[in-house]
């Protein structure tokens, strides 16, 4: 199985509150990896991309590449107003590859467009590891 995890990251930069964008992430991928489950955490690469001039297709091009390698899509819907690369990944992951999409968020987002595409909305990390092992684990 490979995961993608997707969440805003230009807009915790800019506030100074990057690990915000980590925290949720590097909980998740722990699991991942304790079960022998590929992950692409864009926070990895986005830490690297930051200090160069890449062309924006680039890096639409990289969430792409793996995106269409993805079997699951997670999101955090925190500041996902603010994140237009994490609406278009979620947008991308129902309506083009149509994977389970499972979000993380207190309550359920104000859009539905934004609430459209999700399979399963989770309150936490822990109910995202919950559902993974329950649905996706054999």
Known sequence: MFIYLAGALTYYK?????????????????????NNIKVYN???TY???I???YYYKLCVDQNRHFLDKADVLIVNLDAIDYSPGTIWELTYASEKRKIPIIAIGKKKHWSPHIMYGI???CKNEDEVVEVLTNMFLY
């Open 51 to 53: 200090n160069h001039t």
């Open 42 to 44: 864009p926070a990895i």
């Open 47 to 49: 830490a690297k991309e």
């Open 14 to 34: 800019n506030k100074n509150q990057f690990d915000k964008a980590l925290k949720w992430r590097e909980k998740i991928q722990s699991w991942c990896e304790d």
């Open 119 to 121: 399979s399963h909305l």
